[in-house]
């Protein structure tokens, strides 16, 4: 096993110490003197890890509903959430102490959380929004959905944790009921020409690089806390957000102007901020840093369409189709299927008698 200098980490971390992007810090971990992550109650406990994911999640299926309120849209849209969110995960940093010390990552982690910032933030998000110009809603939001499964594959690769049958069953089962959903039936909104190839094109790279960013992220979140790399991460990447928006699209984002904007909006867009970006990136990679399983806790991503049909029913008075109550019904079952069945499968193994 290799020399993690001291610290004391989980599977995953000891896996990854002999990666060139996951170097380890001097072993006065417990010392303070580097300011890194001491055990949260997340750590200790499996369900508060999966309650923060799931918190999470529905923060991320909220934010359609803020945003149509705050009068902005496309990759601005993008630009004005991970500025004003990342400079709110920053100014969270300093509130606490051990999150004070901003610099040390970057003195052991500095072009790797540079590089994540950049492709995990920036890319990511660019090739999200983007490609709502070339495809229609109903594909997209169908594809990106597909990040639990990117989860899973990248983990297999890089961290050499199993991806079961169980596990890519249950995913295509939940993609299909999320199909069905978004659809309401009508799979045929799936389906479009070369235009909508290539924006089809550009969320699936979008999967890929996020998915790739939430495995990447995971031991360097192990050492220094998921505030303050969440908070590095966030920031930088929204910098490269509003560089690239406004040379491509001409949109140079002001944050100085945000009170210019009508109180409805301006509202609407710190909403935006610091609930779906600063909080609900704070639990949902927190969250995935500390659950046993990282694909079965990306896997209740799934339920996001889901909750955001409840959050429509609840708020909006939204009618509910036969089709979309057996599409909430085939997601929630597959991702129910996931959790208890290999463990089912296991205790079942251990019962079985076993030759002397």
């Known amino acids: 096993m290799p020399d993690n200098h001291g610290i004391e980490c989980n599977a995953d971390t000891r896996q990854w110490a002999d990666r060139p992007w996951s170097k380890t810090v001097p072993a006065n971990r417990h010392t303070g003197a580097h300011g890194v992550n001491q055990m949260g109650l997340w750590h200790r406990s499996a369900a508060a890890a999966y309650l923060a994911v799931f918190i999470g999640v529905a923060g991320h299926?909220?934010?359609?509903?803020?945003?149509?309120?705050?009068?902005?849209?496309g990759p601005e849209l993008s630009v004005w959430r991970f500025l004003l969110g990342g400079l709110g995960l920053v100014l969270l940093c300093l509130v606490f102490s051990d999150a004070r010390n901003l610099v040390a990552p970057f003195r052991t982690h500095g072009w790797q959380l540079v590089a994540l910032a950049l492709f995990g933030v920036t890319l990511g998000f660019l090739l999200y929004h983007w490609s709502l110009d070339f495809a229609t809603v109903p594909q997209v939001a169908t594809m990106v959905?597909?990040?639990p499964i990117g989860v899973g594959l990248t983990n297999l690769w890089l961290n050499r944790q199993p991806f079961s049958t169980a596990k890519i069953l249950s995913g295509l089962g939940a993609m299909t009921g999320v199909a069905f959903l978004i659809t309401d039936g009508y799979l045929a909104k799936l389906t479009g020409g070369s235009e909508n190839l290539i924006g089809i094109l550009m969320v699936l790279g979008c999967t890929v690089v996020i998915a790739a960013y939430t495995v990447l992220v995971r031991p360097i979140i192990g050492i220094y806390g998921v505030l303050r790399v969440t908070a590095i991460t966030m920031f930088l990447g929204?910098?490269?957000l509003w560089s690239i928006v406004g040379l491509i699209w001409s949109?140079?984002?002001n944050p100085l102007a945000l009170f210019d904007r009508p109180p409805a909006q301006w509202v609407a867009l710190i909403t935006i901020a610091l609930w779906n970006t600063t909080i609900t990136q704070f639990l949902w990679l927190g969250g995935l840093a500390a659950v046993p399983d990282i694909t079965r806790g990306s896997y209740l991503f799934f339920l996001k369409p889901v909750i955001a049909t409840g959050l429509a029913v609840i708020f909006?008075?939204?009618p509910v189709t036969l089709w979309q109550v057996l599409a909430i019904?085939?997601?929630c079952t597959a991702v129910l299927v996931e959790h208890f069945g290999e463990r089912l499968a296991l205790t079942r193994y251990h019962r079985i008698p076993k030759w002397p």
């Open 251 to 253: 949109i140079w984002v």
């Open 145 to 147: 959905v597909t990040i």
């Open 316 to 318: 909006i008075g939204q």
């Open 238 to 240: 929204a910098i490269g």
């Open 61 to 73: 299926a909220s934010t359609e509903f803020v945003a149509v309120l705050s009068g902005v849209g």
């Open 329 to 331: 019904a085939v997601i």
